[in-house]
């Protein structure tokens, strides 16, 4: 295999556990066997799991959190470890239910070489049993916000956005540059992160991609896709399935807006009265779903 100007670097992944203690280990094996991985750093978020006795490998480091406060606050854990500590040139966060090869990280680290740039970098990905997904995020804007708060239009947009962000990557020419990657796979410059004062933990969870890809923007860097390997997200997502994650997502969302956006009264009016509102009709909805499954779960 060819390893291009990567020798010269070191790469580091992290791990964010929480609750997820088989699929930790598994994923943070697998990689310390890739070549092309210094080192491991698994992060437990404060969860149930216990990992003592677990990793005998000299790249796998673990650290325990003392409390939750979030994805980017576990994740910032393991990446100062490999940055600060390891010196790691560039850095990789990887959910415990992705598989990727290490082919993967080896041409993502070749486009980083080639590209000055370039400071964030996913692949094309797949989701359980290979299906269709999004590939990117484009930055929100409140029209869209509102609209995606209630489900026609939102389902509407999900599939318009499968279709086309898919059928780009896949005629795009190595790279599609992007306004933000999913957080569930994807590296990370470690001079940028320093720039930064690493991921922003003021978001608990959902929308912590967005809000990276503007800090991106900002600098003048850019984010990327390349569609010469992939990933899987292998994540089941179903509809109704979660009305926390809802909104988490939208107070996500008002936490982007009021650091990147300059809205006036009526346009908060606009969109808090959309998500209490898309809020209520996701509940109903949810509660409907799980009726018709036979669980009626809460």
């Known amino acids: 295999m060819d390893k291009g100007t990567s020798l010269n670097t070191k790469c580091g992944v ?24 210094d080192y491991i750093c698994v ?45 790691c040139d560039r850095v990789f966060i990887a959910n415990p239910d992705v598989l990727f090869d290490e082919r993967t990280i080896w041409e993502m680290s070749r486009t980083f070489d080639k590209k000055d740039d370039l400071v964030i970098l996913s692949t094309k990905r797949y989701g359980h ?22 489900f026609m239009p939102r389902r509407k947009f999900e599939k318009r956005r499968h279709f086309l962000q898919n059928m780009k990557i896949d005629l795009a020419e190595n790279i599609v540059y992007v306004d933000a990657v999913p957080g569930a796979f994807l590296g990370i410059r470690s001079e940028f992160l320093k ?36 990933y899987i997200h292998d994540h089941v997502q179903r509809r109704f399935s979660n009305r926390k994650m809802f909104w988490l997502d939208r107070q ?17 009016a606009a969109l808090n009265a959309a998500i209490v509102l898309g809020y209520a009709e996701y509940s109903c909805a949810y509660i409907l779903y799980n009726l018709l499954k036979g669980g009626g779960r809460k």
């Open 129 to 150: 049993d290979k299906a269709t997904i999004h590939q990117w995020f484009d930055f929100p804007t409140l029209n869209v916000s509102i609209k995606n708060c209630f």
């Open 195 to 230: 720039k930064i004062g690493f991921l922003y933990e003021g978001i608990f969870l959902y929308g912590d991609e967005i809000y990276l890809g503007q800090q991106a923007r900002e600098l003048g860097y850019k984010v990327g896709v390349i569609n010469t390997v992939t």
């Open 14 to 37: 992290v791990i964010l556990n929480y609750n997820s203690h088989d699929l930790t280990v598994a994923l943070a094996k697998k990689v310390s066997a890739y070549e092309c991985v």
């Open 43 to 87: 992060v437990d978020n404060c969860s149930k799991d216990s990992f003592d006795g677990d990793f005998q490998e000299a790249k796998i480091h673990y650290i325990k959190s003392k409390k939750n406060d979030g994805y980017s606050a576990g994740n910032n854990i393991g990446l100062r470890y490999l940055v600060d500590e390891k010196k």
């Open 252 to 268: 996500s969302l008002k936490i982007y807006y009021r650091k990147f956006e300059n809205y006036n009264f009526i346009q908060w």
